[in-house]
Protein backbone atom coordinates (compact mmCIF):
# COMPACT_ATOMS: atom_id res chain seq x y z
CA UNK A 1 0.00 0.00 0.00
CA UNK A 2 2.90 2.28 0.91
CA UNK A 3 4.49 1.58 -2.63
CA UNK A 4 0.96 2.50 -4.51
CA UNK A 5 0.85 5.50 -2.09
CA UNK A 6 4.58 6.77 -3.44
CA UNK A 7 3.99 6.00 -7.00
CA UNK A 8 0.32 8.00 -7.48
CA UNK A 9 2.32 11.02 -5.09
CA UNK A 10 5.01 10.56 -7.74
CA UNK A 11 2.58 10.95 -10.68
CA UNK A 12 1.46 13.82 -9.17
CA UNK A 13 4.00 15.84 -8.46
CA UNK A 14 5.47 15.44 -12.03
CA UNK A 15 1.83 16.16 -13.20
CA UNK A 16 1.89 19.37 -10.94
CA UNK A 17 5.22 20.18 -11.58
CA UNK A 18 4.78 20.73 -15.82
CA UNK A 19 4.42 24.55 -16.42
CA UNK A 20 3.79 26.01 -19.56
CA UNK A 21 6.56 27.05 -21.46
CA UNK A 22 4.94 29.30 -24.15
CA UNK A 23 6.91 32.34 -24.71
CA UNK A 24 5.17 35.34 -24.44
CA UNK A 25 5.35 37.42 -27.96
CA UNK A 26 5.40 41.11 -28.85
CA UNK A 27 3.16 43.77 -30.29
CA UNK A 28 4.18 43.45 -33.61
CA UNK A 29 2.40 46.06 -36.72
CA UNK A 30 1.41 43.81 -39.31
CA UNK A 31 2.48 44.95 -42.64
CA UNK A 32 -0.60 45.76 -45.37
CA UNK A 33 -0.41 43.38 -47.76
CA UNK A 34 -2.04 43.34 -51.20
CA UNK A 35 -5.12 41.01 -52.97
CA UNK A 36 -2.71 41.22 -55.70
CA UNK A 37 -0.24 38.46 -54.19
CA UNK A 38 -3.60 36.27 -55.09
CA UNK A 39 -3.23 36.90 -58.43
CA UNK A 40 0.74 35.90 -58.35
CA UNK A 41 0.37 32.28 -56.86
CA UNK A 42 -2.59 31.71 -59.60
CA UNK A 43 -0.29 32.19 -62.08
CA UNK A 44 2.60 30.48 -60.49
CA UNK A 45 0.36 27.15 -60.18
CA UNK A 46 -0.36 27.55 -63.82
CA UNK A 47 2.82 26.78 -65.06
CA UNK A 48 3.30 22.46 -64.39
CA UNK A 49 6.84 22.12 -63.15
CA UNK A 50 5.88 18.29 -62.12
CA UNK A 51 8.21 16.14 -61.29
CA UNK A 52 6.88 12.47 -62.14
CA UNK A 53 9.91 9.94 -61.58
CA UNK A 54 13.48 9.76 -60.83
CA UNK A 55 14.00 9.07 -64.63
CA UNK A 56 12.02 11.72 -66.56
CA UNK A 57 13.71 14.53 -66.84
CA UNK A 58 12.28 18.16 -66.10
CA UNK A 59 9.71 19.91 -68.60
CA UNK A 60 12.03 22.44 -69.24
CA UNK A 61 9.36 24.96 -71.17
CA UNK A 62 7.34 25.19 -68.16
CA UNK A 63 10.30 25.28 -65.41
CA UNK A 64 11.72 28.04 -68.07
CA UNK A 65 7.97 29.70 -67.85
CA UNK A 66 7.99 29.78 -64.36
CA UNK A 67 11.53 31.56 -64.09
CA UNK A 68 10.98 34.13 -66.71
CA UNK A 69 7.48 34.59 -64.31
CA UNK A 70 9.10 35.16 -61.18
CA UNK A 71 11.71 37.33 -62.87
CA UNK A 72 8.50 39.79 -64.09
CA UNK A 73 6.93 39.12 -60.65
CA UNK A 74 9.26 40.04 -58.17
CA UNK A 75 11.54 42.35 -60.51
CA UNK A 76 13.52 44.08 -56.87
CA UNK A 77 14.79 40.71 -55.48
CA UNK A 78 16.25 39.64 -59.53
CA UNK A 79 17.71 43.12 -59.69
CA UNK A 80 18.93 43.26 -56.05
CA UNK A 81 19.85 39.99 -54.95
CA UNK A 82 22.34 37.88 -57.09
CA UNK A 83 20.47 34.69 -58.63
CA UNK A 84 22.59 31.78 -59.50
CA UNK A 85 20.56 28.33 -61.50
CA UNK A 86 21.76 24.93 -60.19
CA UNK A 87 21.84 22.35 -62.67
CA UNK A 88 19.70 24.50 -64.67
CA UNK A 89 16.70 24.34 -62.93
CA UNK A 90 17.19 25.25 -59.32
CA UNK A 91 17.84 28.32 -57.94
CA UNK A 92 19.83 30.03 -55.03
CA UNK A 93 19.46 33.75 -54.47
CA UNK A 94 22.28 35.91 -52.23
CA UNK A 95 20.82 38.60 -50.53
CA UNK A 96 23.96 39.81 -49.14
CA UNK A 97 23.73 41.24 -45.13
CA UNK A 98 25.38 44.40 -43.69
CA UNK A 99 27.43 42.71 -40.87
CA UNK A 100 29.85 39.54 -42.33
CA UNK A 101 30.20 38.74 -38.47
CA UNK A 102 27.03 37.39 -38.50
CA UNK A 103 26.09 33.96 -39.27
CA UNK A 104 23.78 33.03 -42.36
CA UNK A 105 20.04 31.64 -42.35
CA UNK A 106 19.20 29.73 -45.35
CA UNK A 107 15.56 29.87 -46.69
CA UNK A 108 14.26 26.74 -48.56
CA UNK A 109 11.09 26.01 -50.61
CA UNK A 110 10.54 23.49 -53.73
CA UNK A 111 9.43 24.56 -57.53
CA UNK A 112 8.21 21.20 -58.42
CA UNK A 113 4.92 19.36 -57.97
CA UNK A 114 3.85 15.83 -57.94
CA UNK A 115 1.12 14.85 -60.64
CA UNK A 116 -2.17 14.97 -61.06
CA UNK A 117 -4.50 11.23 -61.40
CA UNK A 118 -6.17 11.64 -64.50
CA UNK A 119 -9.25 10.16 -63.32
CA UNK A 120 -9.84 12.33 -60.26
CA UNK A 121 -9.87 15.28 -62.41
CA UNK A 122 -13.82 15.47 -62.32
CA UNK A 123 -13.66 15.73 -58.78
CA UNK A 124 -11.38 19.16 -58.06
CA UNK A 125 -13.78 22.09 -57.79
CA UNK A 126 -11.67 23.52 -60.18
CA UNK A 127 -8.71 22.15 -62.81
CA UNK A 128 -5.46 21.75 -61.03
CA UNK A 129 -3.25 23.85 -62.85
CA UNK A 130 -5.79 27.19 -63.66
CA UNK A 131 -5.16 28.40 -60.65
CA UNK A 132 -8.62 29.58 -59.97
CA UNK A 133 -9.54 32.21 -56.86
CA UNK A 134 -12.56 31.96 -55.47
CA UNK A 135 -13.79 34.11 -52.76
CA UNK A 136 -12.23 31.97 -49.85
CA UNK A 137 -9.52 29.78 -51.57
CA UNK A 138 -6.50 29.75 -54.31
CA UNK A 139 -6.87 26.15 -55.74
CA UNK A 140 -4.31 23.98 -57.75
CA UNK A 141 -1.49 21.54 -57.24
CA UNK A 142 1.05 23.45 -55.63
CA UNK A 143 -0.90 25.94 -53.60
CA UNK A 144 0.19 23.57 -50.45
CA UNK A 145 3.15 21.91 -51.87
CA UNK A 146 5.10 24.08 -52.32
CA UNK A 147 4.27 26.86 -54.35
CA UNK A 148 2.31 28.94 -51.60
CA UNK A 149 5.18 28.86 -49.46
CA UNK A 150 7.77 29.50 -52.28
CA UNK A 151 5.90 32.84 -53.66
CA UNK A 152 4.65 33.75 -50.17
CA UNK A 153 8.52 33.86 -49.48
CA UNK A 154 9.29 35.59 -52.33
CA UNK A 155 6.30 38.06 -51.71
CA UNK A 156 7.46 39.04 -47.90
CA UNK A 157 11.16 39.58 -49.46
CA UNK A 158 10.32 41.93 -51.84
CA UNK A 159 8.24 43.67 -49.86
CA UNK A 160 11.02 44.46 -47.55
CA UNK A 161 13.10 45.63 -50.90
CA UNK A 162 10.11 48.33 -51.83
CA UNK A 163 11.01 49.43 -48.03
CA UNK A 164 14.73 49.56 -48.39
CA UNK A 165 15.34 46.79 -45.95
CA UNK A 166 18.79 45.95 -45.70
CA UNK A 167 19.64 42.36 -43.52
CA UNK A 168 21.94 42.34 -41.32
CA UNK A 169 23.13 38.88 -41.79
CA UNK A 170 23.23 37.12 -45.40
CA UNK A 171 19.93 35.32 -46.63
CA UNK A 172 19.86 32.40 -48.83
CA UNK A 173 16.68 31.44 -50.30
CA UNK A 174 17.00 28.29 -51.93
CA UNK A 175 14.75 26.06 -54.36
CA UNK A 176 15.27 23.07 -55.39
CA UNK A 177 13.55 21.60 -58.60
CA UNK A 178 13.51 17.72 -57.72
CA UNK A 179 12.18 17.76 -53.85
CA UNK A 180 9.40 15.32 -55.01
CA UNK A 181 11.87 12.50 -56.56
CA UNK A 182 14.76 12.96 -53.66
CA UNK A 183 16.09 16.23 -54.59
CA UNK A 184 19.33 15.11 -55.02
CA UNK A 185 20.10 17.03 -58.42
CA UNK A 186 18.20 20.29 -56.88
CA UNK A 187 18.69 21.34 -53.09
CA UNK A 188 21.35 18.34 -52.96
CA UNK A 189 23.36 20.22 -55.05
CA UNK A 190 23.24 23.60 -53.86
CA UNK A 191 24.13 22.31 -50.30
CA UNK A 192 27.18 20.59 -52.07
CA UNK A 193 27.85 24.20 -53.74
CA UNK A 194 27.37 26.19 -50.30
CA UNK A 195 29.56 23.51 -48.77
CA UNK A 196 31.98 23.84 -51.12
CA UNK A 197 31.90 27.71 -50.17
CA UNK A 198 32.92 27.14 -46.68
CA UNK A 199 28.96 28.54 -45.72
CA UNK A 200 28.00 27.51 -42.15
CA UNK A 201 24.62 29.28 -41.53
CA UNK A 202 22.81 29.74 -38.44
CA UNK A 203 19.81 27.82 -39.34
CA UNK A 204 18.11 26.54 -42.41
CA UNK A 205 13.92 26.07 -42.17
CA UNK A 206 12.23 24.38 -44.54
CA UNK A 207 8.66 23.21 -45.28
CA UNK A 208 6.93 20.13 -42.79
CA UNK A 209 5.79 22.30 -40.26
CA UNK A 210 2.25 23.41 -39.92
CA UNK A 211 -0.17 24.86 -37.74
CA UNK A 212 -2.57 21.84 -36.89
CA UNK A 213 -6.49 22.99 -36.33
CA UNK A 214 -8.74 20.23 -34.50
CA UNK A 215 -6.05 17.58 -34.88
CA UNK A 216 -4.26 17.13 -31.20
CA UNK A 217 -6.82 15.71 -28.83
CA UNK A 218 -7.13 17.89 -25.81
CA UNK A 219 -6.55 21.42 -26.79
CA UNK A 220 -8.62 23.58 -28.37
CA UNK A 221 -6.05 26.11 -29.52
CA UNK A 222 -4.20 25.71 -32.75
CA UNK A 223 -0.91 23.96 -32.61
CA UNK A 224 1.92 25.43 -34.65
CA UNK A 225 4.69 22.22 -35.18
CA UNK A 226 8.08 23.52 -35.22
CA UNK A 227 9.90 20.19 -36.77
CA UNK A 228 13.20 19.23 -35.71
CA UNK A 229 13.84 16.16 -37.52
CA UNK A 230 12.27 13.97 -40.19
CA UNK A 231 11.97 10.27 -40.61
CA UNK A 232 14.33 9.12 -43.39
CA UNK A 233 12.62 7.28 -46.66
CA UNK A 234 13.12 3.42 -48.64
CA UNK A 235 11.35 1.55 -50.23
CA UNK A 236 12.44 -2.22 -50.94
CA UNK A 237 11.41 -4.81 -53.45
CA UNK A 238 10.57 -7.93 -52.45
CA UNK A 239 10.86 -10.45 -55.45
CA UNK A 240 9.59 -13.98 -55.79
CA UNK A 241 10.97 -16.66 -58.15
CA UNK A 242 9.42 -19.99 -59.14
CA UNK A 243 8.89 -22.13 -62.25
CA UNK A 244 5.61 -21.07 -62.53
CA UNK A 245 2.77 -23.82 -63.49
CA UNK A 246 -0.52 -24.19 -64.75
CA UNK A 247 -3.32 -23.07 -62.38
CA UNK A 248 -4.94 -26.66 -62.69
CA UNK A 249 -2.02 -27.99 -60.97
CA UNK A 250 -0.74 -25.36 -58.16
CA UNK A 251 2.21 -26.01 -56.37
CA UNK A 252 2.34 -25.87 -52.56
CA UNK A 253 4.14 -22.85 -52.05
CA UNK A 254 2.45 -20.43 -55.29
CA UNK A 255 4.61 -17.22 -56.45
CA UNK A 256 2.10 -14.94 -55.67
CA UNK A 257 1.01 -16.93 -52.32
CA UNK A 258 4.79 -16.23 -50.91
CA UNK A 259 5.14 -12.98 -52.04
CA UNK A 260 1.46 -12.22 -49.83
CA UNK A 261 2.76 -14.12 -47.14
CA UNK A 262 5.76 -11.88 -46.72
CA UNK A 263 3.98 -8.64 -47.48
CA UNK A 264 1.41 -9.63 -44.08
CA UNK A 265 4.08 -10.84 -42.10
CA UNK A 266 5.73 -7.72 -42.38
CA UNK A 267 3.31 -6.03 -41.64
CA UNK A 268 2.35 -7.81 -38.57
CA UNK A 269 5.83 -7.62 -37.61
CA UNK A 270 6.63 -4.18 -37.51
CA UNK A 271 10.09 -2.04 -36.63
CA UNK A 272 9.56 -1.32 -32.48
CA UNK A 273 8.17 2.14 -30.96
CA UNK A 274 10.86 3.79 -29.61
CA UNK A 275 11.13 7.25 -27.11
CA UNK A 276 13.75 9.10 -29.11
CA UNK A 277 14.13 12.41 -29.71
CA UNK A 278 12.59 15.01 -29.99
CA UNK A 279 9.51 13.41 -28.56
CA UNK A 280 10.21 14.05 -24.68
CA UNK A 281 10.75 17.86 -25.59
CA UNK A 282 7.00 17.35 -27.61
CA UNK A 283 5.51 16.07 -24.38
CA UNK A 284 7.02 18.50 -22.68
CA UNK A 285 5.22 21.63 -24.81
CA UNK A 286 2.58 20.05 -25.15
CA UNK A 287 1.40 18.65 -21.75
CA UNK A 288 0.78 21.95 -19.68
CA UNK A 289 -1.42 22.82 -22.71
CA UNK A 290 -3.53 19.85 -22.04
CA UNK A 291 -6.17 18.31 -19.54
CA UNK A 292 -5.68 17.15 -16.33
CA UNK A 293 -5.36 13.62 -17.20
CA UNK A 294 -3.56 13.92 -20.52
CA UNK A 295 -1.06 15.81 -18.72
CA UNK A 296 -0.66 13.07 -16.10
CA UNK A 297 0.23 10.97 -19.34
CA UNK A 298 2.49 13.15 -20.28
CA UNK A 299 4.36 14.27 -17.50
CA UNK A 300 5.15 10.33 -16.61
CA UNK A 301 6.46 8.73 -19.77
CA UNK A 302 7.83 5.96 -17.78
CA UNK A 303 4.44 4.80 -16.85
CA UNK A 304 2.44 5.77 -20.25
CA UNK A 305 5.28 5.28 -22.56
CA UNK A 306 3.56 2.54 -24.60
CA UNK A 307 0.20 4.43 -25.53
CA UNK A 308 2.38 7.99 -25.73
CA UNK A 309 4.55 6.12 -28.32
CA UNK A 310 1.88 4.67 -30.69
CA UNK A 311 -0.40 8.13 -30.31
CA UNK A 312 2.73 9.65 -31.89
CA UNK A 313 3.74 6.93 -34.38
CA UNK A 314 7.46 6.90 -32.72
CA UNK A 315 8.47 3.83 -34.95
CA UNK A 316 9.80 3.07 -38.24
CA UNK A 317 6.68 2.60 -40.55
CA UNK A 318 5.99 -0.24 -43.01
CA UNK A 319 3.50 0.48 -45.93
CA UNK A 320 3.39 -1.65 -49.36
CA UNK A 321 2.94 0.67 -51.91
CA UNK A 322 2.77 -1.67 -55.42
CA UNK A 323 2.46 -5.30 -56.52
CA UNK A 324 2.71 -6.71 -59.48
CA UNK A 325 2.77 -10.52 -61.15
CA UNK A 326 0.45 -12.81 -63.09
CA UNK A 327 -0.24 -12.45 -66.43
CA UNK A 328 -3.05 -14.97 -67.16
CA UNK A 329 -6.15 -16.25 -65.20
CA UNK A 330 -4.82 -19.89 -65.56
CA UNK A 331 -1.06 -19.21 -65.65
CA UNK A 332 0.74 -19.20 -62.54
CA UNK A 333 3.63 -16.81 -62.45
CA UNK A 334 7.25 -17.42 -62.66
CA UNK A 335 7.94 -13.86 -60.83
CA UNK A 336 6.08 -11.76 -58.79
CA UNK A 337 6.99 -8.53 -57.37
CA UNK A 338 6.17 -6.04 -54.29
CA UNK A 339 7.42 -2.75 -52.99
CA UNK A 340 7.30 -1.66 -49.14
CA UNK A 341 7.99 1.53 -47.89
CA UNK A 342 9.41 2.85 -44.97
CA UNK A 343 9.69 5.79 -43.00
CA UNK A 344 12.86 5.73 -40.87
CA UNK A 345 12.75 6.37 -37.46
CA UNK A 346 15.73 9.12 -36.11
CA UNK A 347 18.61 6.14 -35.01
CA UNK A 348 17.64 3.45 -37.41
CA UNK A 349 19.11 3.12 -40.72
CA UNK A 350 18.62 1.82 -43.95
CA UNK A 351 20.77 -0.62 -43.36
CA UNK A 352 19.18 -1.82 -40.24
CA UNK A 353 15.44 -1.52 -42.15
CA UNK A 354 16.78 -4.34 -44.89
CA UNK A 355 17.85 -6.51 -42.29
CA UNK A 356 14.64 -6.32 -40.50
CA UNK A 357 13.25 -7.34 -44.00
CA UNK A 358 15.60 -9.87 -44.11
CA UNK A 359 14.74 -11.34 -40.81
CA UNK A 360 10.96 -11.71 -41.07
CA UNK A 361 10.19 -12.76 -44.95
CA UNK A 362 11.30 -16.23 -46.04
CA UNK A 363 14.82 -16.75 -47.81
CA UNK A 364 12.55 -17.41 -51.13
CA UNK A 365 12.03 -13.66 -51.27
CA UNK A 366 14.61 -11.56 -52.52
CA UNK A 367 14.92 -8.19 -51.09
CA UNK A 368 16.29 -5.21 -53.24
CA UNK A 369 16.72 -1.24 -52.11
CA UNK A 370 14.70 -0.09 -55.09
CA UNK A 371 14.69 4.22 -56.19
CA UNK A 372 15.58 6.97 -53.82
CA UNK A 373 16.73 5.98 -50.62
CA UNK A 374 17.65 8.41 -47.46
CA UNK A 375 18.75 7.81 -43.61
CA UNK A 376 17.21 9.83 -41.34
CA UNK A 377 19.08 12.87 -40.65
CA UNK A 378 20.28 14.67 -37.12
CA UNK A 379 17.55 16.35 -34.92
CA UNK A 380 17.88 19.93 -33.87
CA UNK A 381 17.49 21.91 -30.98
CA UNK A 382 14.87 23.66 -29.68
CA UNK A 383 16.99 25.41 -26.93
CA UNK A 384 19.01 26.93 -29.93
CA UNK A 385 18.51 30.99 -30.75
CA UNK A 386 17.07 30.61 -34.11
CA UNK A 387 14.18 27.97 -32.84
CA UNK A 388 13.64 30.70 -29.64
CA UNK A 389 13.03 33.44 -32.64
CA UNK A 390 10.74 31.02 -34.95
CA UNK A 391 8.93 30.83 -31.66
CA UNK A 392 8.67 33.95 -30.55
CA UNK A 393 7.84 35.37 -33.91
CA UNK A 394 4.97 32.93 -34.20
CA UNK A 395 3.75 33.65 -30.66
CA UNK A 396 3.90 37.75 -31.52
CA UNK A 397 1.41 37.26 -34.20
CA UNK A 398 -0.40 34.59 -33.23
CA UNK A 399 -0.61 34.22 -29.68
CA UNK A 400 -3.68 32.38 -29.63
CA UNK A 401 -1.07 29.59 -31.18
CA UNK A 402 0.18 26.76 -28.53
CA UNK A 403 4.24 26.15 -30.05
CA UNK A 404 5.71 22.45 -30.13
CA UNK A 405 8.93 21.18 -31.34
CA UNK A 406 7.85 17.48 -33.34
CA UNK A 407 9.25 15.16 -35.62
CA UNK A 408 7.65 14.92 -38.97
CA UNK A 409 7.41 11.90 -40.79
CA UNK A 410 8.00 12.83 -44.57
CA UNK A 411 11.08 13.75 -46.17
CA UNK A 412 12.07 16.80 -47.61
CA UNK A 413 14.90 19.09 -49.21
CA UNK A 414 16.34 20.52 -45.71
CA UNK A 415 17.92 16.48 -45.13
CA UNK A 416 21.26 17.98 -47.58
CA UNK A 417 21.45 20.96 -45.49
CA UNK A 418 22.47 19.92 -42.12
CA UNK A 419 26.49 19.93 -43.55
CA UNK A 420 26.03 24.02 -44.31
CA UNK A 421 23.39 25.01 -41.24
CA UNK A 422 24.02 24.55 -36.85
CA UNK A 423 20.26 24.20 -37.28
CA UNK A 424 17.53 23.12 -39.34
CA UNK A 425 13.63 23.57 -38.77
CA UNK A 426 11.03 22.83 -41.04
CA UNK A 427 7.96 25.34 -40.36
CA UNK A 428 5.62 27.36 -42.15
CA UNK A 429 2.31 28.30 -40.73
CA UNK A 430 0.24 26.60 -43.38
CA UNK A 431 -3.23 25.67 -41.32
CA UNK A 432 -4.06 22.08 -41.43
CA UNK A 433 -6.99 20.20 -40.28
CA UNK A 434 -8.55 16.72 -40.65
CA UNK A 435 -9.58 17.63 -44.44
CA UNK A 436 -7.18 19.57 -45.75
CA UNK A 437 -4.47 17.18 -44.65
CA UNK A 438 -5.68 14.78 -47.09
CA UNK A 439 -5.46 17.25 -49.62
CA UNK A 440 -1.49 17.26 -50.01
CA UNK A 441 -0.83 15.37 -52.73
CA UNK A 442 -4.31 14.82 -53.46
CA UNK A 443 -7.48 15.79 -54.70
CA UNK A 444 -8.44 19.42 -54.45
CA UNK A 445 -5.27 20.83 -53.63
CA UNK A 446 -6.45 24.58 -51.91
CA UNK A 447 -4.81 26.89 -49.78
CA UNK A 448 -7.05 29.66 -47.74
CA UNK A 449 -6.74 33.54 -49.06
CA UNK A 450 -6.29 34.66 -45.42
CA UNK A 451 -4.13 31.74 -44.78
CA UNK A 452 -2.13 32.81 -47.44
CA UNK A 453 -1.95 35.94 -46.22
CA UNK A 454 -0.64 34.56 -42.73
CA UNK A 455 2.08 32.76 -44.41
CA UNK A 456 4.02 35.96 -46.32
CA UNK A 457 3.09 38.15 -43.09
CA UNK A 458 5.18 35.25 -40.71
CA UNK A 459 8.17 35.46 -43.68
CA UNK A 460 8.18 39.16 -43.56
CA UNK A 461 8.43 39.51 -39.84
CA UNK A 462 10.78 36.72 -39.41
CA UNK A 463 13.07 37.74 -41.82
CA UNK A 464 12.91 41.29 -39.73
CA UNK A 465 13.55 39.23 -36.47
CA UNK A 466 16.75 37.60 -37.49
CA UNK A 467 17.89 40.78 -38.24
Not at 231 to 248: M, P, W
Request: glycine share 8%; hydrophobic share 40%.
Amino acid sequence: MLLLLAAVAFILFNTFRMSSKQVEGEPVEKVAISDQVFENLSKAIQFKTISFNEDTPPDSTEFFGFHRFLEQTFPLIHSKLKLEKINTYSLLYTWEGSDPSMKPIILMSHQDVVPVDEPTINQWEAPPFEGRITDTHIIGRGTMDDKGTLIGLLESVEKLLSEGFQPSRTIYIASGHDEEVGGPRGAGKIAELLKERGIKAAMTMDEGGFIAEGLVPGIESPVAMINLGEKGFASFRLIVKTNGGHSSAPPKENTIGILAKAIVDLENNQLPYKMIDPIPQQLEYLGPEMPFFTRMVFANPWLFKKQILEGFNVHTTTAPTIIDGGVKNNVIPTVAEATINFRILPGETIESTQAHIESIVSDKVQVEPVGFLTNPPPVSSADAEPYKVLEKTMRSLHPETVVVPGLVGGATDSRYFYPVSEQVYRFHPMRLDSTSMQRFHGIDEKLGKENYKEIIQFCYQMIKNFN
